[in-house]
């Protein structure tokens, strides 16, 4: 049952509108890039509890594309978040007057949001060049329906966004 569920909540994440917009520099040789580190003061925008969760995918993903953790890195990982809660386009107040055969008559119109409204995350991930401290790639996550459930469908939605920022690292000239 546990399987289940854990693939469906996967297949859930996958079909959840993340999406990741990618920059870089053109004429960075993104093969000398195999050792990383976090900026020392970097404030994610996270919770501690999320920021551990993040690192954790971070590093079991750059792991898997040959990179390691390093204290005297190639380039740095600056990680920044931002929460917001999108505005609603359903609700809008009119005011109308009319008159007519002597008549005069007036209305006001108040449109009602119906449901909430969503959560939505954007995560910058900034890779800058330990040695010039020059930016040469990034990538900026946008997701809606941000989740605020447990920890285990929290730390998933994580290992899939971060794979999904690094299907663009390093990116395909």
Do not use: H
């Amino acid at each position: 049952m546990k399987k289940l569920a854990s693939i469906s909540f996967l297949l859930f994440c996958l079909s959840c509108g993340v999406t990741v917009n990618y920059d870089y520099e053109k004429t960075a040789d993104f093969s000398k890039y195999k050792t990383y580190s976090y900026f020392s003061n970097m404030n994610t925008g996270l919770s501690e509890l999320d920021a551990a969760r993040l690192f954790e995918a971070m590093n079991q993903a750059m792991t898997l594309k040959g990179m390691t953790l390093s204290e005297e890195s190639d380039f740095i990982i600056n990680i920044q978040s931002s929460t917001f809660q999108e505005t609603q386009n359903n609700s809008s107040v009119g005011v109308g007057m009319g008159g007519g055969g002597g008549n005069f008559g007036g209305g006001v119109s108040v449109g009602i949001p119906i449901g909430q409204p969503n959560m939505s995350r954007q995560i910058k991930f900034e890779f800058v060049d330990a040695e010039t401290n020059q930016l040469f790639w990034l990538a900026i996550t946008s997701e809606t329906n941000v989740p605020t459930n447990n920890p285990n469908d929290r730390e998933e939605k994580f290992k899939v966004l971060v794979n999904k920022v690094l299907e663009g690292y390093p990116p395909k000239k």
